[in-house]
């Protein structure tokens, strides 16, 4: 579900933090790529004329596999250096949300069986895709698939979109990759949205910056945490007649979410009639909703090494021909392109020519003060700069 409201919110009060542009752009970047969202996509996404999943004679599905290998083979051509991040655990506090999917799924499997009998093409592909959930099968064959190609992956503690902010926070890459804004809630310096889509859909890729995300909204981290929370996330429920403006409006005026619960609690004792929709639920968990944002479950970045090898053609071969039924010809051609875009000359990017990524690179800062301290004689008792 994301932040209920969030990107309209930005779009309408702070536009600013949203750059739209073309994938080439991102020359020169490392990107961490929500897997688990992006392999939901092309479950959905990839199919054929008939709107049915890609499967090969032993009725496999291929989908994911078929999306994941020439996407990422488009990224890695426009020099764009993605590491993918699997989920791992959800917590605890995600077992309603799931919950829920699960039941819709059901539903849908259900409506797509009477569908049989009496609906169109058009219904019967729409409660199709309804019923898509990604397995553990297809994750495997995800992971097996990427080491084959070279491509570095990641397996989350818990939430990706937590491990790939911390990864962007950490320096490890520019941005997320992920059509999820909570990403920006979980700390992630960059959104990237619209990375693994379609090349056909034609759609721009979305920066979205949570420094400019913040000034634009005047909101402190905490407050926009808190912000979210209230908007409805995937831990907590919306409270009833608060959308994302109002939710705003009652951070800026309160300050704080706990404020802003008391001030609802109040209105609602004394005028009940017409505080009843926006009534709070005795369970309703923020706090640890907030404990979740704050401190997710992940792996800290300096534990991370992120590494880019040469592809194997011939367990590609094995893998996407022999096993899954690909055109070998076609398979070949990939990973030529593969291989091409990572031979590209990398050229240094100007706005990152002294900085790694989200962070200053404090090895080099550190080598040009000792350089300082020798030729100028001086005390070091200069602050240093933070990484």
Not at 114 to 140: F, I, P, Q
């Amino acid at each position: 579900m994301g932040i209920k409201g969030l990107t309209a919110l930005i779009n309408d009060i702070a536009p600013k933090a949203i750059d739209q542009s073309d994938i080439k752009t991102l020359f020169g970047r490392k990107v961490a790529i929500d897997a688990s969202m992006s392999i939901y996509q092309f479950l959905i996404a990839v199919r054929q004329q008939d709107g049915q999943q890609l499967m090969n004679e032993a009725g496999e599905t291929t989908s994911h596999l078929m999306g994941l290998f020439y996407r990422t083979i488009r990224m890695v051509e426009n020099g764009i250096k993605p590491a993918y991040v699997f989920d791992g655990k959800p917590p605890q506090m995600k077992a309603g949300v799931l919950a829920k999917r699960l039941e819709r799924r059901t539903e849908a499997k259900e409506e797509g069986e009477e569908a049989k009998e009496t609906g169109t093409v058009e219904e019967l592909d729409k409660l199709s895709r309804r019923t898509v959930k990604v397995t553990k099968e297809h994750n495997e064959e995800c992971r097996k698939l990427l080491t084959l190609m070279g491509i570095p992956w990641v397996v989350a503690p818990s939430e990706a979109e937590a491990q790939c902010a911390e990864l962007c926070r950490g320096g490890l890459v520019y941005g997320a990759g992920s059509e999820d804004m909570d990403t920006l809630t979980f700390g992630s310096p960059v959104l990237l949205r619209h990375l693994t889509f379609s090349e056909a859909r034609k759609l721009p890729i979305h920066t979205v910056n949570l420094e400019k995300v913040l000034t634009g909204l005047e909101l402190t981290m905490d407050q926009f945490i808190e912000f979210c929370i209230l908007c409805g996330c995937d831990y907590v429920d919306p409270l009833r007649g608060i959308a994302a403006k109002t939710a705003l409006k009652l951070i800026k005026e309160f300050d704080t979410l706990e404020n802003v619960i008391n001030h609802l609690k109040d209105k609602e004792s004394s005028k009940a009639s017409s505080s009843s929709a926006k009534s709070i639920p005795d369970d309703w968990p923020w706090e640890e909703a907030k404990e979740l944002f704050k401190k997710p479950d992940v792996l800290k970045a300096d534990e991370v090494k992120l590494e880019w090898k040469k592809p194997d053609l011939d367990g590609l071969i094995e893998f996407l021909v022999k096993q899954k039924g690909f055109e070998e010809e076609r398979i070949k051609k990939g990973v030529m392109k593969l291989e091409s875009g990572f031979n590209k000359k990398q050229q240094s990017r100007l706005d990152g020519f002294f900085v790694k990524d989200n962070q200053n690179n404090a090895e080099d800062n550190s080598k040009k003060s000792n350089k300082n301290k020798k030729t100028s004689g001086k005390d070091s008792n200069n602050k240093k700069r933070k990484a």
